[in-house]
């Protein structure tokens, strides 16, 4: 039951490494990265990891966002006693400075369309999340930890034998790595829970780098607008600058109407001394991050799921042909640009504009956008259904 790590003084209960502290079977550990170009921005990669030590499985995916092509390559193994194994496959990460520098491979298949080698250098300091927690009946259905990073890419992307040269001058994106308790693997039985109903989830999660400083945006809420995390967060470049709370986070988003696809969004951030701070988020690329991957949508590939020794699959489709029922319960990671508004006009306002990603889920009841169940669409005189483009057919 030992492994390499185990020489380490990094023991946090009285167990081997493998070994975690507790036996829920939804314990997990991941990473996730996303990749994309701010210039002529129409390519979009996002990456996963993960390991489910109490399931032994690990599991990973890329997923590719170009014009109408979702390019999925997912791959899925047995986990070892050796955690510090992050390979699954033809698809592996390297930690090569820790909370700084990573790599990420894909090595070319003949089950894709997809392949890279690309290498995160961050630009801010590594910045701890709120605790995720959340509770149905008796059950912990969330108890995470997560921290995020932006940084910039050097390396290479090939699609459909296209060469992309990934220049850190011009290819940026984020990460973040977390862990804990939170629904994987095949459906559970509900019992009483399916009496009272599936918990609704209403989820936003910005994550803004401007060339000045990084915001993290997260608002969680149930079907009445009540919060279970939030948080607003300026991350300096400078490690020595302490983060910088912006108030709390407001929102109001914008959809196509007859559907729950997004189109846009105005974050502002209300300080305590009643200072307003206002973002307008452009989205730019939908990729569907839940079609494809294991976040629950295919009931033959979720995360954790066993899936034997090694497996590794692709899958492709036509983004004008995912079917509308998945979008609505699909979280969708949007890469947006960013314009901040911070200060009055009268008193000389500052503007910045940035990139990053925009994630957002509307599934179940929301009382503000007039959702009533699982299933009800934003209706065309809604005054939050503005007149809009679909974004999902750039």
Known sequence: MLSPMDDYPVHQIAEPIRHVATSDRNFYDRYYFNCYPTESPDVFLIVGLGQYPNLGVMDAFAVLRRGDDHIVARMSKALGADRTDTTVGPLRI??????????????????????????????????????????????????????????????????????????????????????????????????????????NFFWIYAVMQFDEFTISVIMQEDEQGRRIVEEA?????????????????????????????????????????????TVTCELLLANYIGIGTGYGLEQD?????WQGELVVQGLRHKVREIEPFQRMFSPVDNLASFTLTEGNFA????????????EVAAIGPHEKYGFTSFT?????????ALAATDNTEE
Request: charged fraction near 30%; hydrophobic fraction near 35%; charge should be negative.
């Open 347 to 358: 008193a000389g306002a500052n503007t910045y504009s940035g990139t990053g990603l925009f």
């Open 376 to 384: 009800d669409t934003a209706q065309a005189d809604d005054a939050y």
């Open 94 to 199: 390297e930690v090569l400075e820790g909370l700084q520098k990573l790599r990420v491979v894909l090595e070319p298949g003949s089950e894709y369309d997809l392949s890279f080698d690309i290498t995160f250098d961050a630009t801010i300091p590594a910045a701890l999340e709120p605790k995720h927690f959340r509770r149905q009946l008796e059950r912990v259905t969330f108890d995470t930890s997560r921290f995020l990073q932006t940084g910039t890419w050097t390396g290479s992307l090939t699609v459909d034998g296209k060469d992309f040269a990934i220049d850190p001058k011009t290819w940026r994106g984020n990460r973040d790595r977390s862990w804990g308790v939170r629904p994987v693997g095949e459906a559970e039985p509900q019992g009483r829970r399916a009496v009272d109903g599936i918990q």
């Open 233 to 277: 967060m300026r991350v300096w470049p400078d490690e020595t600058r302490d983060n910088e709370w912006l108030g709390r986070p407001e929102h109001e988003l914008t959809f196509c109407p007859d559907t729950r696809d997004v189109t846009g969004a105005t974050i502002t951030f209300h300080r305590p001394g009643g200072d307003v701070l």
């Open 301 to 305: 590939w979720r995360h954790g799921m």
